[in-house]
């Protein structure tokens, strides 16, 4: 579910209870960039480090990679 809402280590949340549920919603400014597919597509003004976002990402996708590879295996 974290790597579909595209939530990284350090994404703040705001926390709502209501009735039988839980909301969780990021807060914040969202980022300039936007998951199309399995590509990351820069929409608007740049904001923060490119580089990092980038990077970022792209551990993120190799280490999803790896658990399914490890899944397939066991």
Known sequence: ???NLGLIEGTT????????QVIL???GVASPLV????ILVF???????LRD???TDRKR???K???RVKAKQS
């Not at 608007?44 to 480090?49: I, L, P, V």
């Open 1 to 3: 579910m974290r790597d």
């Open 13 to 20: 949340l705001s926390i709502e209870a209501s009735e039988n």
């Open 25 to 27: 919603k990021p807060t």
């Open 35 to 38: 998951r199309k597919g399995h």
């Open 43 to 49: 929409t608007g003004a740049r904001e923060g480090d």
């Open 53 to 55: 976002a980038v990077k």
């Open 61 to 63: 996708r190799a280490a």
């Open 65 to 67: 990679f790896l658990r």
